[in-house]
Nanobody
């Protein structure tokens, strides 16, 4: 079973940057695609980005395209999300997740295992 441990997040000002990481203690992350999602209070869970097993393909939500960068380090069994030019509307709990079928889907229910979530708050 995959156990995903997230780190990163915090309270920042608009325009700042943050970096999230998502580590798999079982070191099997390379066999999954990795996705990032977020959920703001009172809103549905929203797709942010996804990356293929090799890291060669990515998929981004339009709302973050050009500002966020998803990557992965399979040697360290870690997924990464760098967030630049943050906006107040990026405020949410961010989750990483993995898909054992290796898809780059924006549908949260296709992902098998999830991290615990980390809070990102962007002040104006």
């Amino acid at each position: 079973q995959v156990q995903l441990v997230e780190s990163g997040g915090g309270l920042v000002q608009a325009g700042d940057s943050l970096r999230h990481s998502c580590a798999d203690s079982g070191r099997t992350l390379r066999t999954y695609s990795v996705g990032w999602f977020r959920q703001a209070p009172g809103k549905d869970r929203e797709f942010v980005a996804a990356i293929s097993r090799s890291g060669g393909s990515t998929n981004y939500a339009d709302s973050v395209k050009g500002r966020f960068t998803i990557s992965r380090d399979n040697a360290k069994s870690t997924g990464l999300l760098r967030m630049d030019s943050l906006k107040p509307e990026d405020t949410a709990v961010y989750y990483c997740a993995v898909d054992r079928l290796g898809r780059l889907s924006s549908d949260w229910y296709l992902y098998t295992y999830w991290g615990q979530g980390t809070q990102v708050t962007v002040s104006s």
